[in-house]
């Protein structure tokens, strides 16, 4: 099936419908762009379980924080489109920021979406004011918009991840949200569009943020479930061009802070790397 590129909310509609009045079913995989293999994985998961996989590759203003790299972050459509393609998207949902929020001057200007505060008031959400409220806006748009049956997300965005599947059901809204894990290259960095931010001496320091992972999973392996005693373990792997923003434990199921590793959980990690911000995470207490 050939790719399709749509800009408007219209024409995506009328494309849509006809495919809903064939009875066909709709995936939905939301994106900034620059499309790389961790992206292909969700892409390829969706157009395995749907007839019909739209790939929205849309730069979100709403959930930059003023001194973020809304700007600079890199637009490459015509690669996304070639990714998108072979790996089995038909449609590719490209919008302006002015066709998503039209007469939009600020963001106090928009209807917006926030989740629970107790979801926000940790991890990436401490940090990035507003980022959640604008992710949750920008996906429910583009629910209402695509009007998916499934919609799939990467669990490199844990948090996200969990905010997005309380939002749906917390809304009522009907479409099944489908996780699909986590994609590294083969030396352990997670795939991230802000990659290629990263010098050669970048990635180098940046490894350690995935080593510190891997010793704190090996460590919950020999029966450290100490989250402190994990926090210094993992610490003394990191490279001194590396500054963690955070490293936090939550449960698998709650998302709650734990200071035992006792049950399934997350290890998460934000860190920054000369001046690049990274996340990270790892499932552990299996
Ligand atoms: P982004 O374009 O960074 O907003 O990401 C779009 C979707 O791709 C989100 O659901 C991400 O969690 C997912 N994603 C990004 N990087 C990875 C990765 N390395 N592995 C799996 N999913 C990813």
Redesign the pocket.
């Known amino acids: 099936m050939n790719l399709v590129v749509v800009n408007k909310i219209t024409e995506l509609r009328e494309i849509i419908k006809q495919y809903k009045k064939e009875g066909k079913t709709i995936g939905l ?6 499309l ?1 293999k ?2 292909a ?2 892409i390829k998961k969706s157009s395995q379980t749907c007839d019909i996989t739209v790939v929205s590759v849309f730069v979100n203003p709403v959930q930059f924080g003023p001194n973020e790299d809304y700007d600079k972050y890199p637009r490459t459509l015509e690669s996304d489109r070639q990714l998108a393609a072979e790996n089995g998207a038909c449609l590719i949902f490209a919008p302006s920021a002015a066709q998503m929020y039209p007469g939009m001057l600020k963001f106090s200007d928009i209807t917006m979406v926030a989740p629970p505060f107790k979801l926000v008031d940790m991890m990436c959400g401490k940090s990035r004011t507003g980022h959640f409220d604008g992710v949750c806006t920008v996906v429910t748009k583009l629910f209402n918009i695509v009007q998916p049956d499934y919609a ?6 844990i948090q ?2 969990y905010i997005i599947k309380k939002m749906t059901a917390d809304l009522n809204i009907p479409v099944e949200i489908v996780p ?5 290259e083969e030396s352990g960095l ?4 802000r990659n290629t931010y990263l010098s050669d001496a970048d990635k180098k320091s940046a490894l350690s943020i995935s080593q510190s992972l891997f010793t704190i999973q090996n460590a919950v392996k020999n029966g450290i479930i100490d989250t402190k005693k994990l926090f210094d373990t993992a610490m003394a792997v990191m490279d001194r061009n590396v500054e963690p923003e955070y490293i936090e434990f939550v449960d698998r199921e709650t998302f709650e802070p734990v200071e035992q590793i006792d049950r399934p959980s997350i290890a998460a990690i934000a860190a920054r790397v000369n001046s690049v911000r990274l996340i990270d995470n790892i499932l552990i207490g299996d």
């Open positions: 995989v939301p994106t900034m762009g620059c790389h961790g992206h994985s969700l799939f997300f990467g669990m490199k965005d996200q991840l699909c894990p986590l994609v590294r997670a795939l991230s569009s």
